[in-house]
């Protein structure tokens, strides 16, 4: 045998377990002979490049899984080994085949659940085991979905015993994630082996998306008209968001909140900027109970009241319907065999691992007499307790955990512990090199109108080093692309679907949620805000050494510092210092630039899906910029630089705002609420100006409002009042000055009027406008001219009423619901 | 005894601070048809108008109405009137004694089952009704080996009154049986609660029964309007009888002076009126419920003057 590279050295193979890779030591399976091929071949400096390429795309992406309770909160990378796991073509034609029949036995049950009932009725099912789960929701008893499907998509978790027979370890039945992460996997990893992927004929993904579209639109109810679909998320803050933003973009279905859908005439209807439209399908990742507070969980503010009245009236698919989740217990895995049988007159292809749901009052002391070998988990996932692992027990470990099982024995199983398989990750620490892992496979089955169709892929999900016994991305677990091999038979990319007609074309973007609208107004705001604190505070910190030396200008920036909430009064030298310093990095000080870029990064994660990676990343960059980079307390010099930083990245975002985002009513608003927050700061800041003396030189005025260049190109002397105000209010070609933006807010509120009608506050706001057109240059622009003033101030209000009405008139549909009961 | 026709209104005033837009609503307040219980006419009234309005049969067969409000409003007044004829119960309520406890236990619990569906599902624990082994404990007194099955409950329903007070400010609709049981001290619906919960934890059959009851005024006085309540009571599973009922707020056996609205696993599954509301700010309710037996009014007169009479008690009545 030849000397072991390296970075094999610590991949022992032991055969106790079954190695998804390797047949003995340094022996790759055939399927793998390829993939070990390449990797002696590039050897271990190439895996570097590996590296860096996966976590670039993901944080490129920004492919997250959030963990509760994790430092990182609501954006924890996503892990992915560079390596996928192989599987041949014959052993995939097995998993789909019982994948296929699992999702039509599943499907017969849960029909039978909330139809008939002849499963509980003649003994097939004990009753405790459905009945007594608060998963089985009542109220969905009796209706019946279009065409019979009631799960229209299916995760089953698969393992691997040391024998190389898969095993069923769990099934998702309600609202499965994993399909987007599968997806986003592959295309980051066939792009690091793109030869190996061509040579291996790894089956695509995309026709499996195609097919999950075409089959929900061809489920629908009412099938006049084209379909609209919609994918219901709990929000930014689940665990796996990401996959909710990415599937709906994917798929092409707007992603909305429980919010932003309303019921009325029986039906469910998204709530747009030009009213309400008509919603035939919601593809949920919303679990069960939290669906509906009329009629469910009365404490979910997540769901659509009303939505279960829908589904009653056939007016709205629920995909997968409402009450799946009562298939999600593994206690019922000791019975599917018979179920089977007499559902299908089918043998069960691939059975679960062995279990003993403890209802059962024989599999109940069985489990108890054998406590060392099982591992012992909540009989449904509402039930949270474990896994307890009997092998770690000692004697007291033991009756402590009886005791516990015999209090309430429906609410335990006990499963058999399996010797999970292995497959290899690279490691980069300490130094780069193959570890196996443990591993296990979800694969996805969806239905149609002629059966189930399994993806011809997955989800590998890796053990973390610590619990090698515990595959979870929340106990931080990674995760591979799973590589199908073999050409594909073709599945049948768009029998269902009609082609694009021109009455489908989207061009307009009216169609947009009310609160993406709110969301996109408010990040206009909130960058344009970020910007200027950012000026003001350079400005200020690089002149506070002219405290002393010149104290009328210095005054006027101060008192505007006051009006930012970053100066409190004029202090001494160093408290102001201190104040200003404060102002840059103290997120907790509000008014401060890291409070407000907490503000954006906020709304930005709202919008996340709105938002192309680059903007993403330069946002992900500013906050970054402040986190990571900003000690408390900050010196002068750190500020500045901080600073310099924070400006350039603001351009960047308003530079991918004016070049990169389709001229929409999304855009309108984001436009408006720039355009309405620089108007707001630029009057504050000149009307601050002009209290100064006029012997006062209002060069910080015109650097604040960037246009310092500007005017020393025009003048190439010391500012002098008019020519200053000339260039800050009246000069239509500075994008900073004042009648820029009035003649802009009035362009874009033209345009959004002609999309949705009269808005209220635009007729106010051109008063204002045209009085600022109308002042009289050489009588009114110098420091004490009152008028001038007044007309500031009159604008200053102008467009906050502007932002106000915009508000009441276009964002306002959202409200809490709030529970009653009598 | 002959039967006895009743007159009930049952009222529901939900007020406001700010204006609601939009609420919606599910009604478990029309009466159930049964063998024993005729209803001769119902009708819901109301204020501001329902846009939308729906009748189903629940999951336990009880009548349901969904409705939806669109006119925006600061009040919500909702009347529903009944006139229901009610026939004595059975003699073998009160009288049989039925068998030993633990072989009913035994027949609940069996499977393959012998027992209907329903009773199955009713031996389970609910959201109000956890089961306790406290509660367990204590009642088990009652039911020493081999006791018949409804002489040991007369027995716990017996002690329920005795041994706890009602006191109608020590409770919530959302009071839990621990804390019922530890206080000693609820309402009707924290009894029912308490007793399902000992009769589930011995692995009894036990459902929750939701309607009302007459009450009579104290000698001499005037049958006041409104000041009657909704009330709760227990529903026992005994093979060979059937389900038997069991009124542990009163100490007594229904019969001709209890009138059913509904049935479930606890008050979740038949709350009379719960809604999910746009808005609003704080909210107030109030409920006023009157059973008049038919003869002393006519169901015309006594409409009106409910609708008439602007209720000013602001108590929440129930028992």
């Not at chain 1, 069923?168 to 039945?173: A, E, N």
């Not at chain 2, 229904?254 to 709350?271: I, K, Q, S």
Request: charged fraction near 20%; proline fraction near 7%; glycine fraction near 8%.
């Amino acid at each position: 045998m030849a000397q072991p590279e390296p970075w094999l050295a610590h991949y022992h193979y032991d055969g106790l377990r079954y190695d998804e890779m390797f047949r003995a030591q340094n022996e790759a399976r055939p399927h793998y002979a390829a993939l070990y091929a390449h990797l002696l071949q590039e050897g271990s400096k190439q895996w570097r490049g590996l590296f860096n390429e996966v976590d670039r795309q993901i944080r490129d992406h920004g492919v997250t899984y959030n963990i509760y309770g994790d430092s990182e909160g609501a954006s924890r990378p996503w892990m992915l080994d560079p390596l996928p796991l192989i599987i041949p073509a014959d052993e995939w034609r097995q998993i789909e085949e019982a994948a296929r029949q699992r999702a039509r036995l599943f499907n017969h049950i849960v029909s039978d659940l909330y139809g008939q009932q002849n499963l509980l009725t003649q003994g097939q099912l004990p009753p405790t085991l459905i009945l007594g789960q608060p998963a089985f929701l009542r109220p969905a008893a009796g209706v019946t979905p279009p065409q019979g499907v009631y799960l229209h998509l299916l995760a089953v978790d698969l393992a691997r015993s040391p024998d190389g027979r898969w095993w069923v370890i769990s099934d998702r039945t309600q609202a499965p994630s994993g399909l987007g992460y599968a997806l986003e996997n592959r295309l980051i990893v066939s792009r690091l082996f793109p030869d190996l992927f061509q040579r291996l004929r790894v089956r695509r993904l995309a026709p499996f998306f195609a097919t999950f579209r075409d089959a929900l639109s061809a489920l629908a109810p009412n099938r006049e008209g084209p379909t609209h679909t919609v994918l219901l998320t709990p929000g930014p803050y689940n665990e796996t968001y990401f996959e909710h933003a990415f599937l709906a973009r994917y798929l092409g279905f707007p992603l909305v909140e429980g919010s932003d859908l309303t019921v009325r005439d029986g039906a469910v209807w998204l709530k747009t900027l030009l009213g309400l439209r008509k919603i035939q399908v919601i593809v949920r990742r919303l679990d069960d109970d939290f669906c509906d507070p009329l009629e469910f969980r009365a404490d979910s503010t997540l769901g659509v009241p009303g939505l279960m009245e829908a589904v009653r009236r056939g007016q709205v698919l629920v995909a997968n319907v409402l009450g799946s989740g009562v298939l999600e217990t593994g206690a019922l895995a000791g019975f599917l065999p018979g179920l089977c049988e007499k559902l299908l007159q089918e043998s069960l292809l691939m059975p679960n691992v062995a279990t003993w749901w403890c209802g059962e009052p024989s599999a109940h002391q069985e489990a108890l007499s054998q406590i060392h070998r099982l591992v012992f988990k909540g009989a449904t996932p509402q039930r949270r307790f474990g896994p307890i692992f009997g092998e770690d027990l000692d004697a007291a470990g033991c009756r402590q955990l009886a005791t516990t099982v015999n209090e309430a024995p429906t609410e335990f199983l006990a499963q058999e512990l399996v010797a999970l398989s292995r497959a290899p990750v690279l490691k980069r620490h300490p130094e780069p090199r193959l570890e196996p892992r443990s591993v296990g496979l979800r694969v996805f089955a969806v239905a149609t109108p002629s059966g189930y169709v399994v993806m011809p892929g997955g989800l590998a999900r890796t053990a973390s080093e610590q619990d090698v016994r515990v595959l979870s991305n929340q106990r931080g677990g990674g995760s591979k692309d799973v590589w199908v091999c073999g050409e594909s038979l073709g599945l049948p990319l768009s029998l269902l679907q009609r082609p694009v007609g021109v009455g489908d074309l989207v061009r307009s973007g009216a169609g947009l949620s009310s609160r993406v609208v709110e969301n996109l107004f408010w990040f206009g705001r909130y960058t344009e805000r970020t910007d200027h604190l950012a000026r003001y505070l350079r400005v200020a910190l690089s002149r506070i050494a002219e405290y002393a030396e010149a104290p009328l200008e210095w005054a006027g920036l101060a008192a505007l510092g006051g009006r930012l909430g970053l100066l409190a009064d004029a202090g001494d030298q160093a408290r102001m210092t201190t104040g200003l310093l404060n102002g840059v990095a103290d997120k907790n000080r509000p008014g401060s630039l890291a409070a407000q870029i907490l503000h954006l990064s906020r709304t930005g994660f709202q919008l996340r899906e709105r938002l192309s990676a680059d903007n993403w990343r330069t946002l992900h960059a500013l906050s970054y910029t402040l986190e990571q980079q900003a000690p408390i307390p900050i010196s002068l010099l750190g500020a500045i630089g901080l600073l310099d930083r924070a400006v350039s990245l603001c351009m960047t975002l308003s530079g991918f705002a004016l070049d990169g985002m389709t001229r929409d009513p999304g855009w309108l608003f984001l436009a408006l609420g720039r355009r309405i927050e620089r108007l707001q700061f630029q009057t504050q800041a000149i009307m601050e100006a002009m209290k100064m003396p006029s012997e006062a030189n209002p060069e910080w005025l015109l650097e604040v409002s960037d246009s310092i260049v500007t005017y020393r190109s025009r003048y190439m002397a010391r500012p002098e009042w008019l020519a200053v105000l000339d260039l800050l209010i009246t000069d239509e070609s500075n994008p900073r000055g004042l009648v820029f933006q009035t003649t802009s807010i009035g362009h874009y509120l033209e345009q959004i009027a002609a999309l949705l009608g009269p808005i209220r506050a635009q007729a106010d706001f051109q008063v204002q406008h045209r009085a600022l057109l109308a002042l009289d240059i050489g009588q009114e622009f110098r420091p004490d001219s009152v008028v001038l003033r007044e007309t500031l101030h009159y604008l200053h209000t102008a467009a906050g009423v502007l932002a106000d009405q915009l508000s009441l008139q276009f964002f306002s549909h959202v409200g809490q619901s709030v529970w009653v009961s009598a | 005894m002959s039967t006895t026709r009743y007159h009930v209104v049952h009222e529901t005033v939900y007020e406001y601070a700010a204006p609601v837009p939009l609420s919606q609503h599910l009604l478990h307040l029309s009466p159930r048809e049964l063998a024993l219980q005729q209803v001769h006419s119902h009708q819901l009234e109301i204020e501001p108008t329902a846009a939308e309005q729906a009748r189903y049969l629940d999951w336990f067969g009880n009548p349901m109405v969904w409705l939806a409000v669109r006119t925006p409003h600061t009040v919500l007044r909702l009347l529903a009137a009944s006139v229901i004829e009610v026939q004595p119960r059975p003699g073998a309520w009160r009288q049989a004694l039925g068998p030993a406890w633990e072989t009913v236990v035994a027949a609940v619990g069996q499977f393959p089952a012998t027992e209907p569906l329903e009773v199955q599902e009713c031996a389970l624990p609910s959201l109000h009704v956890p089961l306790n082994p406290a509660v367990r404990d204590w009642a088990l007194s009652s039911f020493p080996p081999s006791r018949p099955l409804l002489e040991a409950a007369r027995e716990l329903m017996a002690r329920i009154y005795q041994e706890f007070t009602f006191d109608p400010e020590a409770s919530t609709v959302a009071t839990s049986v621990a804390t019922t049981f530890a206080r000693q001290r609820g309402v009707c619906q924290d009894f029912a609660h308490l007793m399902l919960s000992a009769l589930r934890s011995l692995g009894l059959a036990a459902r929750y029964m939701s309607g009302y009851l007459l009450t009579n005024p104290p000698p001499g006085q005037p049958r006041l309007i409104g000041a009657d309540a909704s009330h709760a009571w227990v529903s026992l599973w005994c093979p060979g009888v059937g389900w038997v009922d069991f009124d542990p707020t009163n100490n007594v056996q229904p019969d001709l002076e209890h009138v059913v609205l509904g049935w479930g696993r606890d008050f979740a599954d038949v709350t009379p009126m719960r809604g999910v509301i746009l808005g609003g700010g704080a909210h107030q309710v109030r409920v006023h419920v009157t059973v008049m037996p038919a003869a002393l009014r006519s169901m015309e007169s006594l409409l009106a003057e409910v609708r008439a009479k602007a209720v000013s008690d602001p108590a929440n009545a129930r028992s």
